[in-house]
Each structure stands twice: as C-alpha cells, then as structure tokens.
C-alpha cells in the first residue's frame, strides 16, 4: 500500500515554463511533510516541512504548499540549474514525535535551456 | 553541508563479505535512520534508531543489522554479501518531528 505518491514521475520543461509537482499521501496523523531535493548520486537536500494544512513555505523559484491530502512544489521560471529528483515524505504517526520518514518515489525534473 | 557524516564514500568488496558503514549525526540529534537506493530506485527504508534503540524496522533484510552507540553515532553492518547489495546506502538524523537531514552516502559496489 503506497502511502506517498508524487506525480508525474518525469517532467520536462523550458527554461521559464513554470509548473508544479504533485505529492498525495494517506498517513493518518501527519506529523510533517517534507519537500527535499536529490542529485545524482548525492544525499537528498532538505528544502521545506509543511505541518499543517493552508500553510505554505518558499524559496527563491520554489513554492510548497499543503492540503490534508497532498501536497504541491510549485516551480515558478525554472532554470537548467533546478533539475534534479524532487522527494516527499511524510513522517508516520507512532511512538510519539519519532516517527519514521516515507518517501515517496520522485519526480524526475529536467529544465532544458 | 548537512552535518551528518557518513564514512567511508566508497566502498568496493566482494561478494560473501561482510562490510562496516558508519554515520554521525548531527550534533544533537537523537533519531539516526539508514535508506537504501539502489541505481534509479527510490529511497528504501531500512531501520531507525532513536538513543540507542530501535525504532522502527523496513525491509531490511536479515544479513544486515545496525546498532546505536552511547555517542549517539550508527553502523550499519552488512554481510555475506550478494551483487544486489550493490547501493547508495544513506543515513539521516533528525530530532523531534523536525526535518531530517541527510548524509552524503557510501557507494556500496560488490563484485
């Protein structure tokens, strides 16, 4: 039972073409959900936490909000240097705050100048 | 940088071994997870420690075990290798219901 779903799995896009990437989730009890960054063979980088529904968080060309079922990671005027794979994950509910991460599987961004 | 070491980078061993990954979080963290990525997979849950317990189990298969250590840094022990062992391993920390932050990996390659 997949638990975070992000779509599209791949998207191209021109330089300037603005779109937004989507992340759906079923965990009860959210407590976060989180937007990081992944290149190729590096670690993934943090980019934002969302906790609560309505809220929003930005930086620079990138914008996530949040829903209680989904979560979006909108792209304003990309640039060649915003390809990566973009990951959501969630943080499961037990045991109190410690819960565990999951992920889901990426969207797979290329900006072509 | 993300303040979560993990050592070695690269790692190259041959099939049967048994290898040795270690990670220090970031200072303060309690919680330390290990993913692994196999070539174009996503991130694959193996176990979670927080203070030195376990937290929380994925699919971590039963040749491979972790453990916690009073200084709050993790090994992850993996052996009688096989080639499909062949990963990205990462480990995260985290504290609270914080974001976690990644390390920059060991490539695992068996051969």
């Known amino acids: 039972e997949d638990q975070v779903t992000q779509s599209p799995e791949a998207l191209r896009l021109q330089e300037g073409e603005s779109s937004s990437l989507n992340c759906s989730y079923t965990?009860?009890?959210?407590?976060?959900l989180f937007w990081y960054r992944q290149d190729p063979g590096k670690g993934p980088e943090f980019l934002f936490t969302?906790?609560?529904a309505g809220e929003e968080k930005e930086k620079e060309r990138l914008k996530a909000t949040l829903t209680k079922k989904e979560s979006f990671l909108h792209i304003t005027a990309p640039k060649p240097e915003d390809s990566a794979t973009y990951l959501c994950?969630?943080?499961?509910?037990?045991?109190?705050?410690?819960?565990?991460?999951?992920f889901g599987k990426g969207t797979k961004l290329s900006v072509k100048p | 940088d993300s303040g979560v070491t993990q050592t070695p980078k690269h790692l190259i061993t041959a099939t049967g071994q048994r290898v040795t990954l270690r990670c220090s979080p970031r200072s303060g963290d309690l919680s330390v997870y290990w993913y692994q990525q196999s070539l174009d997979q996503g991130l694959q849950f193996l176990i979670q420690y927080y203070n030195g317990e376990e937290r929380a189990k994925g699919n971590i298969l039963e040749r491979f075990s972790a453990q916690q250590f009073p200084d709050l840094h993790s090994e992850l022990n993996l052996s009688s290798l096989e080639l499909g062992d062949s990963a990205l391993y990462f480990c995260?920390?985290?504290?609270?219901?914080?974001?976690?932050?990644f390390g920059q990996g060991t490539r695992l390659t068996v051969v």
């Open positions: 994950a969630v943080r499961e509910n037990y045991g109190g705050s410690q819960g565990n991460l999951i």
């Open positions: 995260a920390s985290s504290t609270g219901s914080a974001e976690a932050f």
């Open positions: 965990v009860s009890g959210l407590r976060g």
């Open positions: 969302l906790y609560s």
